[in-house]
């Protein structure tokens, strides 16, 4: 978008639009207004002569009754008579202009309504539908819909507008009433009446919303919210009499049902919701008429048959908020409901995962205006990448790259044997995506990367958006990657095998070749981070040196160490806390921190005023060649554990330094083997 006001985008262009056309159409409701008061005017003068008229009429009438050579008949009769003939000459005149009056003003009320009819279009079919599009793709993870108040402000004066025209169309009907004239030709008036009113009803029926959206995902017996707003509410008087809303839950069927026909099915639900019921309250400083349900709870749920492989986390219902009132004195009573975006109901945790690729489905690829709750069972595979990383971004701050998103596609189609670099013409079908499991798998591409996005966002997030996690990487591909590096390179992949499993990769020697090869551990879930974060345990690994491509690891990940403070302190029972410390057994360091030629820096974290840490060996390995994830306590029971120690150790580059606290001054608990070889080596 260009700077300064030269640029205007289309949505700005829309709105201006609307305004100036709102800015006309009260212009000419004022116009019509004149006209209105002039012609009331000009029929009261007009009944007030044709009233004049029949007295000279009533008058000529007593002349004619006295005899012919009556001297006052004589006298009277011709005047009353010239009278008579110049009024009725005046009436004829005065009616002819009336009638074009009123023909002119039904002329000005249709151009007029012609107008009110496309800007209302385009306030209810595209900006409202606009803003409702964005609140079901706010479900998915897209920009929030932003507030209402400037529908609302539009909304009200077409509503005022229009009331205004509807009453004048009722004046005129009176005026009508009050002197018959046949018109000529078509009578607009009727069909004048007819169109304004059902403007008024479509632009009240239609901005009775849903405010706040019920959750999408809802658990049975869980309390949950939602708001519904009146957007002309002010406008007309609503709140002068505040009206009740109810809410239900109904089936997709019962949906289509309702759509078909108006007055079908207002009391029929699947299911039973708790504290269903509210009045809508009028917000003076706003001008809101809303009325929010904060403590709904859905008690019982009554579901269809399924139809084939459907699961139930495919069954999709809506929460039906629906009301009646009266506007003008009870003249006009409308039934409004509005339905909610779609519902999967769930009874358990573990199927929120299959509902939310329901959720997702539907608000990412519905069509507008379709049949409760069609989608296709096929949407192009780029749709798919905006939808995924939409939810991936809204989650986790840090977008997908391209890259990501065609790891993503190959991952999605890996059962299908399509060997193609270019996805953008390639169909993504709803069992492929959430129904058949991944080649070699017992979880489905959805699970596998719903999982990826709750590890990132629980636990993950900071390094994700710092660019510190690859993620979306093969094992191929990171081996490739890391083999070009020297040892020591590590990165970070989400793993393959397991739901919401995040691995590291890093290449080292083997210790039985000598050559280089890369290494992946075991895969870290949630709840190896709830013990301990990713970023302490790559600390704990000296293994890890370089954040591929170069980046020293404490570059990377310091600002995520765990504080020593924050480790656990000395109780008063007697007892002190141990820190959980990873390490790989068996897998040596093969560039150990203490060689000059090492990047970087390895600290372990261990707390030398407490024996229940102590620092991890840099050249151990252990008779067992298997990769493992394991987080050991250094005391148990205050019994040190050196069962890693190595007689063959070479303590040459070891000086008291490593074993001597810098603050403290003093010289930790250490095997006594340890310590006489060390003193071998240093005059004290």
């Not at 008579?81 to 004829?92: F, S, Y």
């Not at 993504?428 to 719903?450: A, I, M, Q, V, Y």
Request: hydrophobic content about 35%; some cysteine.
């Amino acid at each position: 978008m260009l700077q300064g006001n030269l640029a205007r985008t289309p949505m700005s262009d829309s709105h201006e639009s609307i305004e100036t056309t709102l800015h006309e159409l009260r212009i000419m409701t004022a116009d019509t207004e004149k006209d209105l008061d002039t012609l009331q005017q000009k029929q009261e003068m007009f009944v007030f002569q044709y009233q004049e008229n029949l007295k000279l009429q009533n008058q000529l009438a007593q002349l004619q009754s006295l005899p012919e050579r009556d001297p006052n008949r004589l006298a009277q009769e011709p005047l009353l008579k010239q009278k008579k003939m110049d009024l009725e000459t005046v009436l004829q005149t005065e009616a002819q202009h009336l009638l074009t009056m009123r023909i002119s003003l039904a002329e000005k009320h249709k151009q007029m309504f012609e107008k009110i009819k496309d800007v209302q279009h385009t306030v209810l079919e595209d900006e409202l539908i606009q803003w409702k599009r964005r609140q079901q793709l706010a479900g998915i993870g897209g920009p929030l819909e932003g507030t209402l108040d400037q529908l609302q402000k539009w909304c009200e004066m077409l509503a005022e507008i229009t009331w205004h025209n509807r009453q004048q169309i009722k004046k005129v009907e009176l005026l009508r009433q009050q002197l018959p004239m046949k018109v000529p030709g078509n009578d607009l008036l009727p069909e004048l009446n007819t169109t304004i009113t059902a403007l008024l009803s479509t632009l009240v029926t239609s901005t009775f919303i849903i405010e706040k959206q019920p959750p999408q995902v809802l658990k049975k017996e869980t309390r949950f919210a939602a708001s519904v707003r009146l957007l002309v509410g002010g406008k007309l008087n609503v709140h002068m009499n505040p009206p009740q809303v109810k809410a239900t839950i109904v089936s997709e069927a019962q949906a289509k049902n309702l759509l078909n026909d108006n007055n079908l099915g207002m009391n029929e639900t699947s299911g039973d919701i708790l504290n269903n019921c509210g009045v809508m309250e009028y917000h003076k400083e706003s001008g809101n008429l809303t009325v929010t349900f904060r403590n709904m709870s859905l008690k019982r749920i009554r579901r269809a048959d399924r139809r084939g492989s459907e699961f139930v986390t495919e069954e999709k219902f809506t929460i039906l908020f629906q009301s009646t009132f009266s506007i003008a004195s009870g003249e006009l009573v409308f039934q409004v409901r509005t339905m909610s975006l779609p519902v999967v109901v769930i009874v358990h945790g573990n199927q929120e995962s299959n509902a939310l690729a329901t959720v997702l489905w539907d608000n990412a690829f519905a069509e507008p205006g379709r049949i409760p709750f069609a989608v296709p069972d096929r949407v192009a595979w780029p749709d798919m990448g905006k939808a995924l990383n939409s939810k991936f971004m809204s989650a986790n701050g840090r977008s997908l790259s391209l890259e990501n998103l065609n790891y993503l596609a190959q991952k999605a189609f890996s059962g299908q044997n399509i060997q193609i670099d270019d996805y953008s013409t390639i169909q993504l079908s709803w069992s492929t995506f959430n129904r058949d499991p991944l080649p070699g798998r017992n979880f489905t591409f959805w699970k596998w990367f719903h999982g990826v996005q709750e590890l990132t966002r629980k636990h993950l997030r900071g390094p994700w958006n710092d660019g510190s996690i690859m993620g979306f990487v093969t094992r191929s591909q990171a081996q490739d990657l890391l083999l070009s590096r020297p040892n020591g390179n590590f990165l970070l992949r989400f793993s393959d095998s397991e739901i919401g499993g995040v691995t590291i990769a890093w290449s080292g020697d083997d210790p039985q070749t000598g050559t280089s090869q890369v290494w992946n551990l075991q895969p870290f879930t949630g709840e190896d981070f709830n013990i301990r974060s990713l970023a302490d345990r790559i600390q704990d690994l000296p293994h890890l040196i370089y954040l591929y491509p170069d980046i020293p690891k404490d570059n990377a990940f310091r600002s995520y160490y765990t504080p020593m403070s924050d480790q656990p302190l000395p109780s008063n029972n007697g007892y002190v806390g141990s820190v959980l410390v990873s390490r790989i057994p068996q897998i040596p360091v093969t560039n150990c921190p203490d060689n000059p030629s090492t990047p970087g820096s390895y600290t372990p974290q261990y707390d030398p005023q407490s024996p229940s840490s102590c620092p991890p060996s840099c050249g151990s390995i252990q008779s067992d060649i298997g990769i493992s994830n394991m987080q050991e306590p250094m005391m148990n029971d205050g019994i040190a554990d050196y069962d890693f120690f190595d007689e063959d150790f070479d303590f040459s580059s070891v000086t008291l330094d490593d074993y001597t606290d810098p603050i403290q001054g003093f010289i930790p608990d250490v095997p006594m083997e340890v310590m006489e070889e060390l003193l071998r080596g240093f005059e004290l």
